[in-house]
Structure formats: C-alpha cells, structure tokens
C-alpha cells in the first residue's frame, strides 16, 4: 500500500515493431491533479488506452489503489471509477454538452432500458440522480 490512487510500474506497450511505452513508471498520489507531456507521437494516448484497458500492456502492472487492474476488462475498470475522455471525442451529435457529459454517467444509472422508456418511477428518480451527480 503506497497511499498513491494509481502506480504504473514498468508498463510496456509495443505494436509490432514499436516501442510506444518504454518501462513506464509513475505514483499519482491521492487528492492532486497531475498532467502527461510530450511531443506528438511520445506514447501518451498509448499511456492512457493500457491504464484505462482500451489496449493491453505488453508488459509492467498496474494498481489502482490496492487493486491490481492490469488484466481487467475497460469495463471493470470503469466500475472502479476510473474515467476517460477520447483524443477524437466522438460525441453524440444531437445532445447537449450536458447530456453529453450525463451519457458518461451511465454507470451510476440503477434503472434499464424498459423502465426509461416506460418513465417508471425507478427511472425517473434515477433522471433526478443523475441531474445532481453532475451539478
Ligand atoms: N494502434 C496502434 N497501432 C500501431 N501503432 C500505434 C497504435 N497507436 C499508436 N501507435 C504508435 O505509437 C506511437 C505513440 O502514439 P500515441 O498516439 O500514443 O502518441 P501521443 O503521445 O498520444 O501523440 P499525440 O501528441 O500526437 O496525440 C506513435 O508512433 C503511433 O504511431
Ligand atoms: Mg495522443
């Protein structure tokens, strides 16, 4: 236990020939905000894909927490709390910023499909949940 909310160790991510991460090695420590730099081209999308399980690290581990994630499902890892945004940001065109960002939320949601579609109670005090997460 570091007290660190992520640790990277020695994380590799090689596409055939290419070397995109290099033995990566970093410590985000609770409560801070912290920023990947580098020219185009560096690893930093590629950093991020295998931290979020978009792509799989060829090599190294990654904690999060006490949590070892570095073979977890992209899924599995959101249901951690960890969360991404996309270089191409691939939004949904004819929804708001807001309802854009709401769509992120969807794993807060505790109501289905049929019950939205039907505005079944259980849906609609979701809705109002929803609305507060992202106040
Ligand atoms: N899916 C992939 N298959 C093969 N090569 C890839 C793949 N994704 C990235 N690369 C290569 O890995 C290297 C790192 O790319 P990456 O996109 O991680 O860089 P970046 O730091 O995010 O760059 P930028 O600042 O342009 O966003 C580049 O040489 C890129 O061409
Ligand atoms: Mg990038």
Do not use: H, W, Y
């Not at 270089?87 to 109501?111: C, H, K, M, P, Y």
């Amino acid at each position: 236990m570091t007290g660190a909310v992520l640790t990277v160790t020695e994380l590799s991510v090689r596409f055939g020939g290419l070397l995109a991460n290099n033995e990566i090695s970093m410590l985000l420590p609770a409560q801070s905000i912290s920023a990947i730099v580098g020219p185009n081209g560096a690893g930093k999308t590629t950093l991020f894909n295998a931290i979020t399980g978009a792509i799989r690290a060829t090599s190294g581990r990654i904690d999060f927490g006490d949590v070892d994630i570095t073979n977890m499902s992209a899924t599995a890892r959101g249901r951690l709390g960890i969360a991404r945004t996309f270089q191409n940001l691939s939004l949904v065109e004819d929804l708001s910023a807001v309802d854009n960002i709401t769509v992120g939320l969807g794993r807060f949601r505790r109501s289905g499909l049929l019950s939205a579609m039907l505005s079944l109670p259980r849906s609609l005090r979701t809705d109002c949940a929803t609305r507060r997460l992202r106040a």
